[in-house]
């Protein structure tokens, strides 16, 4: 459709050499072009116009004091998105490749991941070019500090509620949380999710996005009369979303046989021992190579891209963008792989979904199958005004819910459309739909 394209057009031209963002604007207007077809009120209201141009971008700079005394400096983002169905609400990413096109593709893709959780929550995302990896916790709680001295002016439970993703777990939102109610001088604990246990955290938090991945996945297996039991599968990273999405799978049942960090990644053929790899990465926050000491059966390979040469039934992309290429992809489907799950954000590139499509792969995208852990932190902040938490159990089920809804509303979106069994599609139309309402609701703002 001509409108689209004038809008992706003019979405590359206005903002040079912000590849990510480029690729999540071109495949969320692409899937919505039928819808803004079908709503002439769309175009007269510049809504594409509108909702591809962040609120608010703030972007700072970090200094702080590393434990030689030496004066560090890093660049802190924060994209305030859209806030047309709740406050601008996301996480915060510590890693050395932290730069605005990334934050705005995150920032991007979260307004309609959290439309499609069914709660009040906009969509926003920020972090630093800040390199966890070797600092001591005191250089983290002081990057935190002087991260959190400024975003205090921008945040609060009822405008911008921040939370973690790559680089940031409970230790820096602890961190972050302190230096806020300091500065505050107010107990505000819906201002950041992800939160300990002993201060207003959520239960099942943690391995919400994980768990919540494979009760998607498990929605879609099912419709295609399939399930997880006896399946081999690969998931990439080992992280909080690879760590809990292990657990889950193992739980339905199915072998996982490798997993990853940004140095190589360990195959273990009788399955991956989930106890050794959370002392690693949770405890020691050491590499994955030393996964070997404890299981020497099991093999470690250099670089993160052999891992989708390994054979399986399904993969579940957990560690970070661009990671499945289209050259991955034909590999994957050469070796007989069947469903693809997005843990992390945008793990498969534009023609690697479009060929995992093609083929007849069964394919999970991202703002769908990774809402489980944004969903957990609304459910986070709604237990927070409520002062007051709910059981283990509880959330569990509420987030079993949320991801059947989410499966279903998308089904039914690409059915709707003509894209049936295209979830891509319908994740983008039904995530886009509520979003646009909203905004034409509250006039031109
Ligand atoms: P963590 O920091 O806990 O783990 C990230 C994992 O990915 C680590 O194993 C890390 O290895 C690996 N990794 C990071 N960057 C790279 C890279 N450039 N190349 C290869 N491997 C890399 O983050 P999360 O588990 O929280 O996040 C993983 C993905 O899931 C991200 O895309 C994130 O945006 C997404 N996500 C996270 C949610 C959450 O609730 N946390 C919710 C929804 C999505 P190493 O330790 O060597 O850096
Ligand atoms: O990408 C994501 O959805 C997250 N990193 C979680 C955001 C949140 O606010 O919990």
Redesign the pocket.
Known sequence: MMYVQKIIDKVIADNPGEEEFHATVKEVLTSIAPVVEKHPEYQEQAILERIVEPERVIMFRVPWVDDQGKVQVNKGYRVQFNSAIGPYKG?L?L?P?VNLSIIKF?GFEQIFKNSLTGLPIGGGKGGSNFDP?GKSDNEIMRFCQSFMTELSRHIGQDTDVP???????GREIGYLFGQYKRIRNAYEAGVLT?KGLGYWGSLARKE??GYGLLYFVRHMLADANESLAGKTVVI???????TYAIEKAQEFGAKVVAC????GYIYDKDGIDLDVVKEI?EVKRA??SEYIKARPNAEYHEG?KGIWTIKCDVALP????G?IDLESAKVLVENGVFAVGE???M?STLDAIDYFLEKGVLFAP?KAA??G??AVSALEMSQNSMRYSWTFEEVDNKLKDIMKNIYENSTKAAEEYGFKGNLVVGSNIAGFKKVADAMIAHGVV
């Open positions: 996480g990413r890693h490749s995150l990896k939370a973690g993703d790559i680089g940031v777990g992800g919400a996005t990439s990273g080992s992280g909080n979303v690879a990853s960090d940004s140095n990465k590499r994955i993160c957990c560690a970070t963008q990671e843990g992390a954000n793990p991202a990774n809402a852990g944004v």
